[in-house]
């Protein structure tokens, strides 16, 4: 599963816009990559946050959809993020499920830069949405 217009079986336009990857997504795991563009840039011409943290929401709420087979959906109900250090240049995020409900997951995420280094942690907890008889409720 790659590529951004068909992202893990949906179709997200707002991550096709920011150029994000579907790496890989299995067993409460996901990865998602995005080369760093100008235009994603801030004035100190380093990711600009917002892009880290829709990263790492992404992630973490991949890994949540892992764990059921018919989601219809997952909403962000918390999330923390810490910005250790800057990201240039392709960044990678990762999601965790850390535990699973039958509505609410507990997620982790972490976002390396191009060096493989450490740029930002964030926990998450996620709402799933189920399909039933076709709809999602």
């Known amino acids: 599963m790659s590529g951004t217009a068909d992202f893990f079986g949906l179709k997200v336009p707002f991550l096709k816009h920011l150029g994000v990857k579907a790496e890989?997504?299995?067993?409460?795991?996901?990865?998602?990559?995005?080369?760093?563009?100008?235009?994603?840039?801030?004035?100190f011409?380093?990711?600009?946050?917002?892009?880290?943290?829709?990263?790492?929401?992404?992630?973490?709420?991949?890994?949540?959809?892992?764990?059921?087979?018919h989601v219809g959906g997952i909403m962000t109900?918390?999330?923390?993020l810490s910005f250790i250090r800057p990201a240039k240049g392709r960044i990678v995020a990762e999601g965790h499920l850390l535990r699973g409900g039958n509505s609410?997951?507990?997620?982790?995420?972490?976002?390396?830069?191009?060096s493989g280094e450490l740029v930002a942690k964030s926990l998450g907890t996620f709402k799933l949405r189920r399909e039933t008889r076709g709809k999602a409720e």
Not at 77 to 80: L, N, P
Not at 108 to 113: K, Q, S, T, V
């Open 24 to 43: 890989m997504a299995e067993g409460g795991r996901s990865r998602i990559s995005l080369e760093l563009r100008p235009e994603l840039m801030n004035s």
């Open 45 to 69: 011409e380093v990711s600009h946050g917002g892009v880290i943290m829709t990263m790492l929401d992404v992630a973490m709420a991949v890994a949540a959809r892992t764990s059921h087979d």
């Open 77 to 80: 109900v918390e999330m923390s």
């Open 104 to 114: 609410l997951h507990f997620c982790e995420g972490e976002a390396f830069d191009e």
